[in-house]
């Protein structure tokens, strides 16, 4: 179990950029990016391999929103560029600790939860 604290949430206009990032107290197999907008399921936005550096984006930010991580710092990173206010939502980090050989695109793989940070895209 790793404990997870996200930070760079907050409001921005159409067309801005907002970075977020994920601090984690230990090391992790993978961590990941979901959100979740109101009224509506947590769905998965990106996810990144902490040996290999591999990252997968669902296909509504592809383009947009860019993943990173900070070996040294156990820090994955989000940078959302070209915002629209459909990217509205709490957006939680995740952490994968346990061996798992499935696909990162679901909530499975992932036992360790931040708290969550809300971003607002104002038209």
């Known amino acids: 179990q790793v404990q997870l604290v996200e930070s760079g949430g907050g409001l921005v206009q159409t067309g801005g950029s907002l970075r977020l990032s994920c601090a984690a107290s230990g090391r992790t197999f993978a961590m990941a990016w979901f959100r979740q907008a109101p009224g509506k399921e947590r769905e998965f936005v990106g996810a990144?391999?902490?040996?290999?550096?591999?990252?997968y984006s669902a296909d509504s930010v592809k383009g947009r929103f860019t993943l990173s991580r900070d070996n040294t710092k156990n820090t994955l990173y989000l940078q959302m560029n070209s915002l629209k206010p459909e990217d509205t939502a709490v957006y939680y980090c995740a952490a994968q600790t346990a061996a798992y050989s499935g696909t990162l695109y679901t909530e499975l793989p992932y036992n360790n939860w931040g708290q969550g940070t809300q971003v607002t895209v104002s038209s």
């Open positions: 990144i391999r902490w040996n290999t550096g591999i990252t």
